[in-house]
């Protein structure tokens, strides 16, 4: 059972298990999972030992009587006592109840619990949880206040021993005098989901016997029971319940076998089981019941097993027939779970000590651990789990967004997780929040599993690793290895060379720069600068004059681009750029390459003069489109405009989600929409926003009016072939980028490229094409990853980061439009995907994340407004047309 750890267990022997339990892992492949608090990975004995438990006989319905379903009882029956012995518990003193997971037991507990026979309501009970419980947990408060119950949460702080005898206590204080409570439901975790924390188990007990008080509520409530998450605890670590004696406990078996999932357990102490009443019954929970409303059902007795009263309906028989084999081959592999919390313990010691080792230059640390613990503390097991959850600094000790860290450490294929880990309270409390900022984080539309995890330079969570049982050092070593090596601040930053000068000279104030101040530049000054500047091309020159290189839009967002020659401009930007959107047909919410990398072949085009907009949609799927294999495109037309009674966003318009914004948007044509769902394989729409339903640019400075169709954040993103081919020189440069870069490599690609544009159509009416990039240089090719709608060439490499004011003039030389600057744009892993085939790389994000990180994310090219122009109607953008730049800077480039 619990006990203490196997210290004859040396390291060696530890580390042979867990590579023994890797090579049975064929489907890990080269992935580095760091995830085990998530969910722990299975091996191919476990599969085919689930397998073939479900192949070595019939199992049939258990609420049937035959020969299968009473083999199906037998099973769920040895199963449940197998659980039991897993967790040292007597079947005299906990019943299992089979629940589809830990968070399933604990609504299960929430609804059921009834601990005052006399009423159906919990007015005289208190609900007290921990501040760091998971959120199914904080859950359950819902429902209890619902039914009258009063909840508050605790810290580990207000955890006291309580003085004197159980009499004395009760009239110690004056809250308790006049306290009304009779019940007392104490919820806390055995380990923290979010930082390893672990709470100490004896408290069931003491809490439960008033040995042990909680300082913010009444002493010595009569009736106290204590429920344990250990959901996360038993991933790694034994549980001996006959020790701590708990009332109630939650757990997920997948989080400590791998499979099967769908499948978790209550366990209750019998001497509460009567305390859980369900309201509702379901198939086998029932003596008897008459269909009339006017008629009560005869209910099980309170006496009954907590599991007859509460398992409604057909329980999950195959999955808990897999548990038992699964159990059994994985206790057959690591021998006791004793040995599991040693090793993943001292792995996770390892990894803080490889992490904290890191330093900048300047000897700053680089990253900092979130636990309430110090650094003795950690190595405690009675004290900490294995898990490192950190975050990472800058050399100036500015934090790094963890969801940044995430994405980059996919790149290489290490699996871990980053947020607040579905632990608000935990994350907010060792993050230093306090409430006030918990309401503007509302404010700034921040949201459980978004990306936006920044709040004043300060990470709202971390980046959290956790180990398994067949977890391995050279994990944390390949780990520690890519943070180094794209965290760790370089000295080789690409950056415009004035911007380089800037860095160079001492620091003054530049926040209001008059017009002629020195980074103010006439367009003359954007050329390539010959001392800075490493061209990609061999050292050349520049000798043109900054211009429009391509322009391009995107009709419908997140599909192929539309390449065009001359454009008109809208109060959005390019006219009908980005104006249509491809939405999941359930939420609403837009879909996007990054999910959906294979949207990029669905090819949309714009037609001014015929006022409509054909759809190109592949006939093969998703997952093999782009090979070339014959099958016909499907083809679709539909008008550019809705109709015009309904171009006010009417009842004929449909909600709609794009970012943390609800748009109105009329549904286009049916078959469309089938035939997008088709190519995707999940059901979607294809949505056309409403006219009146504009957005508007709340990252714009100042008093900016800026509206928006469906982009993101501006109306314009422009990026530099001058940028691009340093950024191509760089990754030539790295490793990494010799093999993603190889020039064998790009021939390939381009070839089949070329055998994919076999047979289409030549340009059309305004030289209109999409960007397959066939016939271009790298630069052209690549720069279409960043999906820039203004392509600018002539200027210096990431000139385009200190523009602040730019006019696009006409052939007399003329200003015909103004664009604002609005940021540099934030790049995600969408950059990874080839625009011609839909595949994904690691690059250019993994070269970008090195060398174009600011404030702990990534950039690439400039997003701009359009602020004033001829006027909407008679004003074109064109390839060819030359900047003029009107007011730059060489302030900070992310704000």
């Known amino acids: 059972m619990e006990g203490k750890d196997n210290h004859d267990a040396d390291d060696a022997g530890r580390a042979a298990v867990a590579l023994r339990l890797r090579h049975d892992m064929p489907h890990l492949h080269d992935a580095c999972y760091l995830d085990h608090v998530g969910a722990a990975m299975y091996t191919a004995t476990q599969v085919k030992a689930c397998s073939d438990i479900l192949l070595q006989e019939p199992l049939g319905n258990p609420h049937s009587i035959h020969p299968s ?8 029956e040895e199963t449940r006592q197998l659980v039991l012995n897993f967790f040292g518990a007597r079947a005299q003193d906990y019943d299992v109840v ?35 419980s998971h959120t199914s947990v904080t859950g ?34 004056s809250t308790s005098s006049k306290s009304t409570f009779r019940h007392h439901l104490i919820a806390y975790p055995a380990m923290c989901n979010y930082s390893g924390e672990r709470f100490p188990l004896e408290w069931c007990r003491q809490l439960r016997s008033n040995h042990l008080h909680i300082t913010n509520a009444p002493h010595a409530i009569p009736n106290t029971m204590v429920l344990l998450d250990a959901a996360s605890h038993v991933s790694t670590s034994p549980l001996d319940l006959s020790a701590h004696q708990p009332d109630m406990v939650c757990v997920s078996f997948y989080k400590v076998f791998g499979l099967p999932t769908g499948l978790g357990c209550l366990l209750v102490r019998r001497a509460v089981a009567h305390a859980l009443r369900p309201t509702y019954f379901g198939g086998g929970t029932v003596r008897a019941y008459s269909v009339l409303p006017d008629h009560q059902h005869v209910a099980l007795a309170d006496d009954a097993p907590a599991h007859v009263r509460m398992e409604a309906g057909t329980q999950n028989f195959l999955a808990i027939a897999q548990l038992k084999a699964s159990m059994a081959a994985f206790m057959a592999a690591v021998g006791s779970m004793h040995v599991v919390r040693a090793y993943t313990a001292e792995l996770a010691s390892y990894c803080r000590r490889q992490l904290l080792a890191l330093r900048h230059s300047n000897e700053q640390p680089l990253v900092t651990i979130n636990s309430p613990w110090s650094n003795d503390d950690l190595n405690d097991t009675q004290k900490q789990g294995p898990v490192v959850n950190f975050n990472l600094c800058r050399h100036d000790a500015s934090l790094v967004s963890p969801s940044e860290v995430c994405n980059l450490l996919a790149l290489h294929n290490i699996h871990v997780r980053s947020g607040c880990l579905c632990n608000a309270g935990a ?37 959290r690793v956790s180990f398994g049982a067949y977890s391995v050092k050279q994990d944390v070593d390949r780990l520690v290895r890519v943070i180094r090596e794209y965290f760790v601040d370089a000295t080789d930053a690409l950056m415009a060379p004035a911007e380089k000068r800037q860095q160079r000279q001492p620091q003054h104030n530049t926040t209001a720069l008059p017009v002629d101040a020195a980074t103010h ?3 003359h000054n954007l050329k390539y600068d010959d001392a800075d500047h490493d061209d990609a091309r061999g050292g050349a020159v520049a000798d043109k004059q900054p211009h429009i290189a391509q322009l391009t839009l995107y009709p419908i967002k997140s599909c192929a681009g539309q390449s065009v020659q001359a454009w008109p401009l809208s109060t959005t930007g390019l006219a009908y750029d980005r104006t249509w959107m491809v939405v999941d047909d359930a939420t609403g919410r837009a879909l996007s390459q990054k999910q959906h990398a294979h949207m990029c072949l669905i090819k949309p085009t714009v037609d001014l003069s015929s006022h409509t907009l054909t759809i190109t949609v592949p006939t093969t799927g998703a997952a093999n489109a782009g090979r070339g294999d014959g099958h016909q495109d499907l083809v679709f037309t539909i008008p550019l405009d809705p109709p015009a009674a309904t171009d006010t966003g009417d009842v004929t318009s449909k909600p709609a989600k794009v970012c943390a914004d609800a748009v109105q948007a009329f549904d286009c044509d049916p078959a469309v929409s089938a035939a997008l769902s088709t190519f995707l394989g999940r059901p979607c729409r294809l949505v056309r926003q409403a006219g009146a339903s504009t957005r508007a640019c709340r990252v714009a ?55 994919r544009q076999q047979g289409e159509e030549k340009e059309e009416e305004h030289g209109n094409k999409h960007c397959d990039g066939a016939g271009t240089d790298d630069a052209m090719v690549w720069v279409r990853r960043f999906r820039p709608n203004i392509v600018i060439d002539g200027a210096d490499a990431f000139a385009e980061d200190l523009w602040r004011v730019v006019n696009v003039c006409g052939a007399t030389g003329t200003a015909t439009a103004k664009l604002e600057f609005v940021r540099c744009c934030r790049r995600c892993n969408m950059v990874c995907v080839d625009q011609a085939t839909g595949q994904r790389t690691a690059e250019p994000l993994a070269t ?25 109607d008679e004003t074109m953008l064109a390839v060819g047309q030359s900047l003029s730049l009107v007011q730059s800077t060489a302030d900070d480039v992310t704000e």
């Open 140 to 173: 359950m408060r819902a429902a209890f206040q619902q039914r009258g119950a009063t909840c508050q949460p605790f810290s580990r702080q207000q955890v006291q021993p309580a003085s004197g005898n159980s009499s004395a206590r009760s009239s110690s204080s």
């Open 427 to 463: 994350c907010h409390d060792i993050g230093g929040f306090a409430q006030q900022d918990y309401e503007r984080m509302l404010q700034a539309g921040y949201a459980c599993g978004t990306t936006e995890d920044m709040l004043d330079g300060r990470p709202i969570g971390g980046v």
């Open 98 to 132: 089979f629940t589809a997971s830990a968070t399933h037991a604990l609504q299960l507990v929430a609804q059921a619990l009834c601990p005052d026979p006399d009423t159906s309501g919990l007015d005289s009970m208190l609900f007290s949880y921990s501040n760091h």
């Open 848 to 872: 970008l994340s090195k060398v174009r990180k600011r404030k702990g994310a990534t950039y690439f090219g400039a997003l701009f407004n359009v602020v004033s122009s001829k006027g909407t």
């Open 521 to 523: 530049t006439t367009g």
């Open 69 to 76: 379903s009473t083999r199906s009882t037998e099973l769920i």
């Open 701 to 755: 400075k100042g008093e900016s009016t800026a509206v928006l169709s469906l982009a993101n954040e501006a109306h314009f993103l422009v990026a530099s072939l001058s940028s691009t081919r340093k950024l191509l020189a760089t990754m030539h440069k790295s490793e990494e980028g010799q093999r993603l870069v190889d020039p064998q490599e790009q021939r390939q690609q381009r070839q089949q490229r070329q055998q």
